[in-house]
């Protein structure tokens, strides 16, 4: 066209790679970093949401929202045989299940089979265990990932959403949250 | 059986894919042209297989085989039909399976009618088609195969999700996807005229057809989805800027900006490199914009929603096919001899100031869409929204209107504006009488307001290029400018009317109590429980008069499924020539009152209506193209025919 447009050709022709390679870098980035931990659930204070999930492996019992709020507090684990931090997370689940804390779980887009490998290799401190194959209820629970775990009072109020893993340096808290649950 | 042929199928196809890209790309070599003549029948017999794939994905689901993963977990016996047929493509692993499909039928159906391009460039195109193709299959046979078995089979499959069971829902992504797949023969056209050096007309007229077909699509798949998010989702939004729909809104930006340059490239030989970059560009938004949504890592960013198996998968998919072409793009672009020169002032100008502010657009909600990740990545938490979607890209939009009110006015090459000025004075005039009456109508913010008058203007102004011609004798692709162009003007009404002087109202009434919204006089009758097949609901019963006429009945519901349990709320819509009215039942007030939710929303049908037109606008033009394409070949056969027959 114009004498200008010609002289810059050189560099704008390199341009479009250039972004996308931005697009790319930024997708990595949002891939690999770990979860924000400052965001507040606007569920907390607000009743759990009501659901009823069929069992995540035949023999056991499935999980529906009214196994909460029975007067006891109670930890709700979202998590799945496919997620890396909940293997770090094990652990700390089972020194809750042994301090004596009732534990239940969501397995969020699992197989059985995965998820018995999973619980026979990391533990298992849960009573029941739901399945949520298509992410509905944890989407209804405002969990955007796994893991995460929710403090349920006895009146079934949502205390405390905890965001990403729980490390030991997290248990006191946690303690400290179904403490104030009990009350 | 019917799946393991399937999986057959599919692996085959991907062999022949393999073969179609290693063929073509050894025939480009001088000591490999024996290898030319293999190409184009793979292509076709790849097309086959994979449409034999897809047809074996959609009779293991028509017959509900639970021993089938896939089938068990997005099916049921239960189902109807049509919606077990739809539940083949309406889940991860089929919907890919649909798009490896239509990838092999658009590569097929090229390789058997397109006769014009140079021999090594459809070689190339169709090594390149192949290229694509074949990391789409890497990745199903990988890392999503839908004919997975269960063993054992479960009873029953857990798939019963009313709220997918919707016609609207069924369809409108399978339209979405001939309309993002179409653009992958574009993009394979590119990338066969970079590798051979042949960017010229003929590759334009090639490329034209596929955009056309795939623009349709898009444009319909849009509206569609527009309307459905409308009558579905009970808010009485059209238009959300939700990444889904972005997703769709950036490739057919894309596509438009390459349909007008593909039309300069045509007719004059110029904007070469942009129109090759513009279909790389193209493609690679349609594949982004899935990536972006079939992820999920808009929505939740410390796992990835689908499993990190895949996301990674079809990342790297992305980065091989986009960043693959663009350096192909970076080191040929230069090669790319310039085109014919033309002034500013003439219709190839006007077009390249079509694209620059289509290709701004396009940036501006590319940008939005990313927005929230970037943000993300530097440690904050944020959601992009109309505030900045809608004056961002009215930036751009509105001086496209004035340039498509005024480009196909132009002529080629050169012209002036004081040759067009006289012709624009009737546009202006209905600019001017528009002012007038939305001022007289009362008080209405910016955007609307510049939406209503432009839309007056470029209504009129969309007819001209009308003017001064045999109506009889106007090509066909003239006819499908005018109504493409009209219909963005109806939309436009459409959209800054529904903006202008939607009327809102949020009442509690008790039975029997008539409530007001606009020139409507609503009286609740009754409500009553109803029962579904599964679903229970309360339906209202209300009698809706316009301006105190004879009174239409309205019955929205809200429904409460079991499976699983969800509550929604089914509107009701009254559709009159000048508008709609939007009814939703809400919830019942502890003193026996009913909350109702009312619109009036004056002229908001045209928004679809304008969709529509500018689709078949665009079908028009591709019969016009194809018909002259056709007897274009008829006259060069019966040349060639001649000349044997006097050489004999």
Known sequence: ?183 | MIAEFGLAALWLAAALAALQLIAGALALTPRGAALAGVVRPVAVVQGLLALAAFGALILVFAETDLSVKLVAMNSHSMKPLIFKIAGAWGNHEGSMLLWVTVMGMAGGFVALVEKRLPEPTMLATLAGQAFVSLGFYAFLLIASNPFERLSPAPPEGNGLNPLLQDLGLAFHPPTLYLGYVGLSVAFSFAIGALVTRQVGPAFARAMRPWVLAAWIFLTVGITAGSYWAYYELGWGGWWFWDPVENASLMPWLAATALLHSCGVLAARNALRAWTVMLGVVAFSMSMIGTFLVRSGILTSVHAFAVDPERGSFILALLAINIGGALTLFGLRAATVTEGERFRPVSREGALVLNNVMLSAILGIVLFGTLYPLLAEAMGAKVSVGPPYFNPMSAIFFVPMLVVLAVGPLLRWRRDTFARVRKRLALPLLAVLAGIAIVLAIGDVAVLPFLGLVLAAGLAVASVLPLRDRNLRRTPLPVWGMVLAHFGIAVALFGMASESAFSVEKLVAVRTGETTRVGPWAIRLMAVEPVAGPNWTALEAQMLARYQDGRGTELRPQSRSFWTPPQQTSESALLTRWNGQLYAVLGGEATDGRWQLRLWWKPFVPMIWLGGLLIALGGVLALAGRTASDIRRLVARDKIAYRRTRQGR
């Open chain 1, 1 to 183: 066209m114009t004498e200008q447009t010609r002289k810059t050709s050189r560099w704008t022709i390199w341009l479009p790679l250039a972004l996308f390679a931005a697009f790319v870098v930024l997708v990595l980035i949002g891939l690999f970093r770990p979860a924000g931990r400052d965001v507040a659930s606007t569920l907390i204070g607000k009743p759990l949401p009501a659901f009823d999930l069929p069992p995540a492996l035949p023999e056991r019992p499935g999980l529906a929202s009214t196994a909460f709020g029975k007067g006891q507090p109670r930890l709700l684990n979202i998590f799945a045989s496919w997620c890396i931090p909940c293997r770090v997370e094990a652990p700390q689940l089972d020194r809750l299940k042994r301090m004596g804390v009732p534990i239940d779980a969501i397995s969020v887009r699992d197989r059985p089979e995965d998820l018995r490998g999973f619980l026979a290799q990391n533990g298992d401190p849960f009573q029941s265990i739901g399945a949520d194959d298509d992410g509905k209820v944890q989407l209804a629970l405002g969990s955007s990932g796994v893991p995460e775990t929710y403090v349920i009072d006895g009146k079934g109020t949502i205390r405390y959403q905890h965001i990403g893993e729980i490390r030991p340096e997290h248990l006191p808290l946690i303690l400290e949250k179904l403490k104030e649950a009990g009350r």
